[in-house]
């Protein structure tokens, strides 16, 4: 099957009426392995490797998007990843006004910036540096994400994340998490934020999510690594946000801006040269 371009409005509309996320482009498809009763853990490489791409949306907001594009269009249930990271007001001022979400769960994570939602349900929220919301939109909402300065470096992400056939239709919910919420730890060498998972027994704040997804942001520092148990059964991505980082036994160099879908396996193994940071889901 040939791939295309899926903007947000595609997919919005798609999810709306319980489309499946396969049906609205071309995806690759990594089975799973059957779980063994012995046997050494095994790491999982590097699938696919993809740029992010430059786009344009909300009222014209320029960003990244490298989940969700031409080159990589889903990955069950992981619909959609972009990245604003810019200095200039002129990319991101114009904001995301109101629209609505219906069928799926949207995850903003802010690392500079501030960014102020409101919904058609009467909500209110701020994100500022190191914040993150986890919106099920359920049976549908209509919200708005606007910038909250006139200058300075507006640096954030958004996951969109499919619903289970049967949760479409759930009730709107939100789970607004503070900084100092997410919980902060230490995996070998590595520095790591715990949004939502759980890591050497510690559990991220987001709670009661029917695809029990993992959201870490790992900091490597120079010749450090990081190794740790990954469900076979889980779909798994990292996208690299800083310096460079090796994935997998094959250790497969990742840059910033480059996201890779890893394939099948137990095993999450990163190493860095020279350090960098990336996010894990």
């Not at 619903?163 to 590595?190: C, F, S, W």
């Not at 250790?251 to 940071?277: F, W």
């Amino acid at each position: 099957m040939g791939t295309r371009e899926v903007n947000r409005r595609e997919v919005v509309k798609a999810l709306a009426v319980g489309v499946p996320a396969v049906a609205l482009g071309a995806c690759r498809v990594v089975e799973a392995p059957r779980a063994t009763a012995t046997g050494p853990a095994r790491p999982r490489e590097v699938a696919n490797l993809v740029d992010a791409q430059p786009t344009v949306e909300g009222a014209g907001v320029r960003l990244r998007r490298a989940l969700g594009s031409r080159a990589l269009p889903m990955l069950d249930p992981f619909l959609l990843l972009d990245e604003i990271h810019s200095d200039n007001p002129d990319d991101y001022l114009p904001g995301f006004p109101t629209h609505p979400h219906r069928g799926f769960e949207t995850v903003t994570y802010v690392l500079d910036g501030a960014m102020e939602h409101r919904d058609s349900l009467g909500n209110h929220g701020h994100l500022g540096p190191g914040s993150a919301q986890w919106m099920t939109a359920g049976h549908g909402i209509v919200h708005s994400e606007m910038p909250q300065q006139e200058r300075g470096r507006m640096w954030g992400f958004q996951l969109w994340v499919n619903l289970p056939a049967a949760n479409k239709m759930i009730h709107p919910r939100y789970q607004d998490i503070a900084p100092g919420r997410v919980v902060e730890t230490m995996v070998d060498d590595a520095a790591v934020r715990l949004v939502a998972g759980e890591v050497d027994g510690k559990r991220g704040p987001v709670e009661g999510i029917v695809t029990a997804p993992e959201m870490l942001d790992v900091s490597l520092p120079p010749r450090g690594s990081m190794s740790r148990a990954l469900p076979a059964s889980h779909t798994a991505f990292v996208y690299v946000i800083e310096g460079n980082v090796e994935v997998g036994g094959a250790r497969t160099a990742v840059g910033a801006g480059q996201l890779a879908a890893l394939g099948p396996g137990d095993l999450l193994a990163l190493r860095s040269t020279a350090g960098g940071r990336l996010l894990c889901f």
